[in-house]
């Protein structure tokens, strides 16, 4: 009885304790937005991630605007939550806020997007694909199909990215630097449509009324795009993937039933999953053992041909 009573005794003094240390550590998450396929991917997978974590997860989208994400942040530091994680939406422009979380003692991970800073400790790492490998794996299809095509120039449109983020930067830089072995590749329109569906068609539609050139490629920079640009060619009485040639960066599943359809010819995968990574190296930050400065993530690219025997294995 003595002994019952004397551990019931200890058990109430360790109470207090032990909740303390057992506190779930609290992550505040700026998002990008909801602009893709890709995007909701990767917004489920970090939520699903940190509950499995039993981490407090504060979550906020930053609509495509970096002035949201700033506010985001801010907020996050003065809640002095454990972790602070974001997907940048431009790669400029966040010195002065990472400095900001730096003095608060806050540690910073970047995900999926990187930054362009003066002082790299203003972060801890970032996790993410590589998007230039990407570009390259694009251009590596175009020059390949190009080396079998007969006859003279091979005319490419390109729609990029939001302006000035990481992905529409460095995927155009891969593709350039690999279609530039074949003079016969000349990319003759390029501009953006900022990652979605509508403006992807929008600016295809505007591509395909400029009459001058005819257009065998597009390279667009992401599966929504590409999947809006297919509209566009259809309501411009061409058949996609066939009249123009399709690539594009993501492999969501989306881009697989275009390509099982026969309207799109190749998706470079950029894997979204980041959630269950993320958040085992917040745990390993905030306990203080060491992390890369940079966790890339291994992709694949999908061709058409095997577009029916791999959608029901996609994730995403
Ligand atoms: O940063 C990753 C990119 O952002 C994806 O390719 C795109 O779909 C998303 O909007």
Same mark, same amino acid.
């Given at each position: ?17 032990? =909740? ?11 998002? @990008?937005?909801?602009? =893709? ?29 970096? %002035? ?6 801010? =907020? ?20 002065? +806020? ?10 910073? #991970? ?25 570009? $390259? ?7 390949? $199909? ?11 449109? %390109? ?9 529409? #930067?460095? $995927? ?6 690999? #279609?530039?072995?074949?003079? &016969? ?15 992807? &068609? ?11 050139? &005819? #257009? ?5 920079? !992401? ?42 010819? +190749?998706?470079?995968?950029? !894997? ?20 890369? &400065?940079?966790?890339? @993530? ?7 041909? @095997? ?10």
């Amino acid at each position: 009885m003595k002994i019952l009573r004397r551990s019931l005794l200890a058990a109430a003094l360790l109470t207090p304790a032990l =909740s303390a240390f057992a506190a779930p550590l609290v992550m505040g998450f700026s998002q @990008v937005g909801a602009e =893709s396929e890709w995007r909701t991917a990767n917004t489920a997978s970090v939520k699903a991630a940190a509950k499995e974590a039993g981490i407090t997860l504060k979550f906020a989208d930053a609509q495509q605007k970096q %002035e949201n994400q700033v506010k985001a942040i801010r =907020s996050y530091i003065a809640q002095k939550v454990d972790v602070i994680a974001f997907s940048p939406v431009v790669e400029s422009g966040w010195d002065t +806020v990472l400095k900001e979380a730096k003095a608060a003692g806050i540690p910073v #991970i970047l995900t999926d997007r990187a930054v362009k800073v003066a002082d790299p400790s203003l972060y801890v790492t970032f996790i993410g694909s590589d998007f230039v490998e990407e570009g $390259r794996k694009a251009g590596k299809w175009v020059l390949e $199909r190009a080396a079998k095509a007969p006859g003279g120039a091979l005319n490419i449109v %390109e729609l990029q990215g939001t302006v000035g983020s990481a992905p529409a #930067i460095d $995927r155009k830089k891969g593709f350039e630097e690999v #279609i530039k072995a074949n003079a &016969k590749l000349q990319i003759i329109r390029s501009q953006s449509g900022e990652f979605t569906r509508a403006k992807g &068609k929008e600016v295809m539609e505007s591509f395909l009324k400029q009459r001058d050139k &005819k #257009i065998d490629i597009l390279f667009a920079h !992401n599966d929504d795009m590409a999947i809006g640009a297919i509209q566009a060619i259809e309501e411009a009485g061409l058949k996609p993937g066939q009249d123009i040639a399709i690539v594009s960066i993501d492999g969501v599943r989306g881009a697989f039933e275009a390509m099982k359809a026969g309207k799109l010819n +190749v998706t470079v995968e950029c !894997n979204p999953l980041l959630g269950p990574q993320l958040m085992q190296l917040a745990k390993d930050i905030v306990a203080k053992k060491p992390v890369e &400065k940079r966790i890339t @993530v291994t992709e694949g690219v999908y061709t058409a041909d @095997v577009a029916a025997k791999e959608l029901p294995n996609r994730k995403y």
